[in-house]
């Protein structure tokens, strides 16, 4: 998901705001900084510093404290434990455990939430099949009490395995109650997207987080994406299906907000517009109170270095909170 329309850089320096950007999200993709920042004792709390205000917290519950809150301000909730890239079977294996573990969380408090996961957090990495076996166990774990999983996009060199299993948890094990990430950004989104939209899974619509090479993706910064989310949103809105608009872009906001009115879908179930904790509540919280449908993604756990690094890089200005961030004492993340 992405970030309100950026703030006017002086010309001059909208290069360098952009090469900042990207080595951020270069640096979101390193493993080896991911290890090293999220268990150096020495940094780790700096880096909770900076993570608190992006992440619900570590544990369960933690996440289930914010929930509670979200669903208090009129919202739906998402929730996710992070962590992504696992190579291990055992460790995959153990991860799905507690996605299971936090599943009976939210059903024991009845609360309003879906769960979303990265595939290689349950072992896509180490093996698809494996990937494939460990999301049907926690959909159908979710479908028990009605509730959606949604799968997270990830780098779009995974897109093709992502997609194939999202198709086969629908087409082989009938899980209705999966949806699928779709990021606006990626040139091949235009061909995916009808693909995709032959399954009942809810379609979320991102504009894109990955560091990805141009031939690949659009300019994070270019009309060109912008015009891709409006119309790709606009497709999903006006045909029914399924679909979370999961975007902090305003101007985006209002216009597919106007759509709805037009068409007067307003007080249908098929929509929501979703956004991320950390990232101000007045314009979610607008929203609901227009009537529209709702939704607020909180994540929670260790493995936040990605996660956030992304959150910062969508808006370089973030640098500066971070570091105010950093000096601010208290509790960790």
Partial sequence: MQDEKRPAFPT??????DQAADTLRKLALDEEAKARF???????????????????????PDVLQRIGQINARGHAASA???????RDEARANAETGLFLALLGAIDGENLDCSVSLDLSHIGSVVDPELGFLN??????????????????????ERADNIYATYGRLHADAGLANVGITVPARLHRSAGDLPRL????????????????????????????????????????????????????????????????????????????????IGLGTEQIDSLQKRGFRTREYAVYGEEYFLYVLNRIAEEPVRLYQALLDLTQPGPTA
């Fill in 38 to 60: 999220c268990s150096d004792p020495a940094l780790r709390p700096f880096m909770h510093r900076v993570a608190r205000r992006y992440v619900a917290g570590q544990t369960i």
């Fill in 197 to 276: 939209m032959q399954y009942p899974g809810r379609i979320r619509l991102v504009k894109g987080a990955f560091l990805e090479p141009e031939q690949l993706a659009c300019s994070r910064n270019s009309p060109e994406l912008a015009a891709n989310y409006r119309r790709f949103a606009a497709g999903l809105l006006t045909s029914g299906h399924k679909c979370s608009i999961a975007t902090h872009d305003r101007a985006i906001q209002d216009q597919l907000a106007d759509l709805v009115v037009q068409h007067g879908l307003q007080g249908q179930q098929h929509y929501e517009f979703e956004s991320l």
């Fill in 12 to 17: 001059e320096w909208q290069a360098l705001v």
């Fill in 80 to 86: 996710e434990y992070m962590g992504e890239s696992c």
């Fill in 135 to 156: 999301a049907r166990k926690i959909a159908q774990a979710a479908a028990s009490s009605g509730r959606e999983v949604m799968i997270s996009m990830e780098g779009s």
